[in-house]
C-alpha cells in the first residue's frame, strides 16, 4: 500500500524535524519528506491537517499475557490495543507461562505476531531461568532467536552476585538488561505505598525504600561492571535522584516510568479500588512531582504503560488477595499528551520518550521517520476528546483506574509498514 500523509506536523527528533510537511510511503518504506509531495497513481491520501505526524509509538514494556495465560489478554488482542493506542511496536515481558527463558517460547511470540498481530512484537526474555533467580537463562540463544531484552520483570534479581554476573555476559553479548529493582524484605506483606492513606485504609505499606535501596545496588553493579542496564517503571523522588546522579558519573543506566506514575497518587486507591493496586504502587504528590521533573530533565528517558491485563475474578476481590497491574496501551498516550498541556514537556521531548529513545536503548530498527526507514508511523490528534468506556476498550481485561476519566487526545491513524491498522472512528 502506497500512501501520502498530507500537512500534518511532523514532529521527528531523530532528524530535529518539527515542521508542517507531506510524508510519502511507498512499499512499506518511508520514500520522501518535504512540502507540496504529489501522490503517485494509486496511493491513498490521509488528511493528517490539525494533527501531528510522529515516527510510530514504541511501548518498551507490555504484558501480553501469550502463551499460557491467553484469558488476560494474547497477541491479537494485546496487539489490538497497541495500535488503538497508537502504538506501531511493543516489546513484551517475559513473564508468560511457561517463562520466555528459552528459544522455543521466544519463536512462538514472534511466529503468533507475525501471523495475527496488528503491530510489531519484541519479545523480552527472562535473566533467570523460568525467572526464578537461581541459575541465567540462555541469554545468547534468545537473542539469536529475536529477544531484544532480558528481565525478570515482576520479580527483582534478589542474589546480587547473580545480577552482577547477568550484566556482565549480557554485555559480552551485546544485549540490554532490564531490572525490575525491589528490595522484597522491605515489601513484606505491604499491597501499597506506605504514608498517611495506607494508615488512614488499614492497609499494610510499602516504603518508598523499598525501590530506592534496589535502585541503588543495581546502579552500583551496573557500574561495577561497566554495563548498560536499563531500570524499569519508576516511580520515586529517590528512584530518579539515584539515577540522575548515575548518569552524571558517566554510569551506562537509562530509565523508563509509566503515565499512573505522574497522573496518579495513592489517594486513587480510596475506596480499596483494586484497580489502583500495582507494583512498585502509586506514590504521593512530592513523587508526581520528582518523576514529572525527571522526565522534564532527561534523566527518565522514556514512557513505559507496564501495561498488566488480568482478569475481573483477580481484581474484584479484597485489596489485599488483588493482583498487581492496571492495563495501559489505550490510555497513555493521552496521559503524556497532559504533560505537554501543562507544561510539563515540549512535543519534543515527549515524542522522543515514545518513540526514538526507547528504540535506541533496545536497538531497534524504528523510532523515526528518515527515508528509507519502516513506514511505522503514529498521526495523533491532540484535540480529540473521548471517555475511556471499559466496553469499547480493545484490551481483553478492563482492569483500569482510569475507567470513566475524559481524555484529551489519541491517535488518528496507527501506521505498520506503511499499512494502516487502526483508524480512530
Not at 498488566?308 to 483477580?314: G, K, M, R
Request: hydrophobic share 40%.
Amino acid at each position: 500500500m502506497n500512501l501520502l500523509i498530507k500537512g500534518g506536523r511532523v514532529i521527528d527528533p531523530s532528524q530535529n524535524i518539527d515542521d508542517l510537511l507531506d510524508i510519502l510511503i511507498v512499499d512499506g518504506k518511508i520514500a520522501d519528506l518535504g512540502k507540496n509531495l504529489k501522490a503517485p497513481a494509486g496511493a491513498e491520501t490521509v488528511d493528517a491537517a490539525g494533527c501531528l505526524v510522529t515516527p510510530g509509538l514504541i511501548d518498551m514494556h507490555v504484558h501480553l499475557r501469550d502463551p499460557g495465560l491467553e484469558y488476560k489478554e494474547d497477541i491479537v488482542t494485546g496487539t489490538r490495543a497497541a495500535a488503538a493506542g497508537g502504538f506501531t511496536s511493543v516489546c513484551c515481558m517475559p513473564n508468560t507461562k511457561p517463562v520466555n527463558d528459552n528459544k522455543a517460547v521466544t519463536s512462538y511470540i514472534i511466529n503468533k505476531a507475525k501471523a495475527e498481530g496488528l503491530v510489531n512484537v519484541f519479545p523480552i526474555g527472562a535473566i533467570t531461568q523460568g525467572s526464578k533467580g537461581e541459575s541465567l537463562a540462555e541469554m545468547g540463544d534468545m537473542k539469536e532467536a529475536g529477544c531484544v531484552a532480558v528481565s525478570d520483570d515482576g520479580r527483582p534479581v534478589v542474589n546480587a552476585e547473580l545480577m552482577r554476573r547477568a550484566l556482565e555476559y549480557a554485555k559480552g553479548m551485546g544485549i540490554m538488561v532490564i531490572t525490575h529493582s525491589e528490595e522484597l524484605s522491605l515489601v513484606g506483606e505491604g499491597v501499597m505505598n506506605e504514608g498517611f492513606t495506607s494508615t488512614e485504609l488499614g492497609l499494610k505499606g510499602i516504603p518508598w525504600a523499598a525501590e530506592d535501596v534496589a535502585v541503588a545496588r543495581d546502579v552500583y553493579l551496573a557500574e561495577l561492571t561497566d554495563s548498560p542496564l536499563h531500570i524499569a517503571h519508576i516511580s520515586t523522588t529517590g528512584s530518579v535522584r539515584i539515577i540522575r546522579n548515575a548518569k552524571a558519573r558517566g554510569v551506562k543506566v537509562t530509565c523508563e516510568t509509566a503515565p499512573h506514575y505522574f497522573s496518579l497518587t495513592d489517594d486513587a486507591v480510596r475506596g480499596y479500588d483494586t484497580n489502583a493496586k500495582m507494583n512498585p504502587p502509586l506514590r504521593i504528590a512530592e513523587d508526581v512531582a520528582a518523576i514529572k521533573a525527571g522526565l522534564a530533565d532527561g534523566t527518565i528517558d522514556a514512557i513505559a504503560t507496564d501495561h498488566a491485563p488480568h482478569h475481573l475474578d483477580e481484581k474484584d476481590v479484597e485489596f489485599n488477595a488483588a493482583l498487581n497491574g492496571i492495563i495501559g496501551l489505550e490510555t497513555s498516550l493521552p496521559l503524556s499528551l497532559q504533560l505537554v498541556a501543562d507544561g510539563e514537556l515540549d512535543f519534543k521531548v515527549l515524542v522522543e520518550k515514545m518513540t526514538c529513545n526507547p528504540s535506541k536503548i533496545l536497538g531497534l530498527d524504528r523510532g523515526t521517520l528518515k527515508k528509507g526507514a519502516v513506514a511505522d508511523v503514529t498521526v495523533i490528534d491532540p484535540e480529540a476528546d473521548w471517555k475511556v468506556e471499559a466496553e469499547k476498550l480493545e484490551a481483553k481485561s478492563k482492569n483500569s483506574p482510569f475507567i470513566g476519566w475524559s481524555m484529551k487526545g489519541g491517535a488518528k491513524y496507527t501506521i505498520v509498514g506503511g499499512k494502516v491498522v487502526y483508524k480512530r472512528g
